[in-house]
């Protein structure tokens, strides 16, 4: 049962990733993009980590794909938009894939991955569970965090100084 | 197991008082907020002057503190952070760095009809997380600050909006930035999941603490993961230093820039990706099977940033991209430094060394740069704006003839000794074919650096006096650049101070 749980939302992920790139409607794209967020949620309850699906849903699909919608019916660019793919993509798609190819066959039977049903994790790994989570973050992390507050108010004064069309300030020196 | 104990445990490890300089610095950005908001007719005088007092008071206070109570080592924040000789002299280097920046930013935004708060507080809170940077021992507290100081640099490069290049350069970096932060993270994750695998010998949970990591690379340095995550943090790295190949975004994000965020970008950010270059390569991948793949790598990377920036740097009109080139050759010079210290413990001093006269040296042409130039954009940034600059401000053609002597590494300035760390560095190291690709960029620095000095001493155009004004700076502020100026020239004599700082 869990192998099929696992391979439907691989294939689902994998398969409305693909159709993220290959719609030509950037709203039909976006769709798709929730249905990837989905389904990489999914994976994460397969491991687990609840919590970490939780924030994918919520963050991902809830805020900033419907941003990105927001975005993109606001701008209306009119219909579908035909791009040829140029030499310099087509060869960058193959070198990346190749490179994807390379390392998921030295993968393949490699010792560690002979086994997985054995594998356990002796210590619960941070964002297993929210009560841990949480005091992790509010004891061990907390310079982290408390930096981040930082980040998050420079980034919010910058938006407000970008996006603000500010009166002409008045020169005194 | 008991809350009360858990959290009492981990108040302990969190040993506040010895950030105490980042503490302040990140305090004294957000008084500046506070007093913009209490004395809004103030503002534009009393902000910059906060920003410079607070900044010199905390650089005098940390050095005063060494002389006092002596450098600390060892971990803290429960090995979040590593205090060290290395990290204490970079929290000198940013302090310093920040506090000549906020006087450069006074200096370009004057007279412009732009907000000033903001700019000193984002350079105040940059500046903190740059110091924090310099002593992180664990992947989550490089991330954190790092992509702290990158927010805080998408703002500032885009500083001024109305003007379309500035914003352009924004955009640019913005995006470049983002791919680089995609890397970095991806290969953290790589390392993490590598160090994470129970079916390994000496797995760890911890695998995002540097040094847990490398205990684990000491068995499985040669992992095809571990390796992956390696090569894709280093080419993250690789984007914020601008070293070839990830070199393409410099000319056009240093013009767009403001000319004192050009300075920061150019001084303080690639310095604090040195400092993670030094405190990943030297400290946690310098394992043997994987320094068979960095030195190699990171050679070949130096020796192309060198040519390149060099040759490109040659024809450039434009002082502010003649600026960005040259920096990616002194990028390529201090990562021949990192590449050195794999072997050559002393070596990660060079490479401070070099950081700290590259950042006087810089500092010095950077600040004339923001007298020459006008208040339109690309007024007053090419070349030939300089003609006769010694005519018509001796005080200025002087500074930037020191500088740029100090960049190119002429004997009795500064540059020169850095440069000479750097070599001696090599030779010990054995790195001769980065010895000799770098002894030759020096001598094609000399021909572009000297052909903006004759610009401004001699001077070639016929009307030097209808055509360019004479530049008159005020008393208050030919200060800074006159000590920036004196340093350069007095640490090319006597180096006793700095080494001593260095402890080397």
Known sequence: MLDFLFYFLAALTLGSAFMVVASRNAVNAAMFLIVTVAGVAGLFVLLGAYFLAVLQILVYAGAVVVLFL???????????????PTAVSIGASLAAFMLLLLGVLSFLGGPELVDTGAAQATETPIGANLQEYGRQLFSVYLLPVQVAGFLLLIAMIGVILISKRHQEEALEE | MDDLQYFK????????????????????????LVVEMLVPKMKNRLVPMIAMIGLSVITVTLVLSWVGMGVSYGESFAGLLFQSGFGESMRLFFLLGGLFICFLGYVTLQGRAIPRVEFFHIVLVVTAALMLLAQSNHFVMIFITLETVTIGFYILVSYFRNQPISLEAGLKYLILGGLSTGLLLFGIALLYGAAGNPQLAGATAEGLNLQALRAFLLNHGDHTLAVAGMLLVLFGIAFKVAVFPFQIWVPDVYQGAPTAVTAFLGVCSKAAGFALMIILVTRTFNVETMTSITVPLLSLMAIFSLLYGNLTALTQQNTKRLMGLSGISHAGFLLAGVVAAVHVD????AVVFYLFSYMFSSFAVFGVMAFVEGKNPGEGEELIDYTGLYQRSPFLGTVLGIGLGSLAGIPPLVGFIGKALVFIALFQAGLYVLLLVGALSVAISIFYYFGWMRTAFFGDGPDTEKDYPAIEVPLPKRVPLAIIAGITVFLGFIQVPLAAVLGL
């Open chain 2, 9 to 32: 445990d981990a108040a302990a490890s969190n040993e506040w008082s010895l950030i105490w300089p980042e503490i302040s610095v990140g305090l004294l950005a957000l008084s500046l």
């Open chain 2, 346 to 349: 002393w070596a990660v001093w």
């Open chain 1, 70 to 84: 927001f975005v993109i019916m606001l701008l209306d660019d009119g219909g579908e938009a035909k791009v040829k």
